[in-house]
Nanobody, 118 residues
Framework: QVHVVESGGGLVQAGGSLRLSCAAS????????MGWFRQAPGKERELVAV???????SYGDSVKGRFTISRDNAKNMVYLQMNSLKPEDTAVYYC????????????WGQGTQVTVSS
């Protein structure tokens, strides 16, 4: 059974930093593409940062230059380093996994709340 679990959310002041972690189990980690998404109250879920199937990364326009996605295949972990946080970054952050070559993300975590105060 596949499990995706996020951690590391919390309350931080504007300008601060947080690092989110995502632990994936029950899957062949190297065969999956991982990504981070977020959803703020009253808004649609949006892409934050993802690994591309062919290699490399993609970031949402609003986080480029501030957030960095990384992964540790040996530990089945994905991370999201968030710097220069803004109040508009406040949202529930989700980690997700999809099979390489697939379009849809099949596995999602329960989310972790990030709140940025002004």
């Amino acid at each position: 059974q596949v499990h995706v679990v996020e951690s590391g959310g919390g309350l931080v002041q504007a300008g601060g930093s947080l690092r989110l972690s995502c632990a994936a189990s029950g899957l062949t980690f190297g065969s999956y593409v991982m990504g981070w998404f977020r959803q703020a109250p009253g808004k649609e879920r949006e892409l934050v940062a993802v690994f591309r199937s062919g290699g490399g990364t993609s970031y949402g326009d609003s986080v480029k230059g501030r957030f960095t996605i990384s992964r540790d295949n040996a530990k089945n972990m994905v991370y999201l380093q968030m710097n220069s946080l803004k109040p508009e970054d406040t949202a529930v952050y989700y980690c997700a996994a999809r099979r390489t070559g697939a379009i849809r993300y099949d596995y999602w975590g329960q989310g972790t709340q990030v709140t940025v105060s002004s």
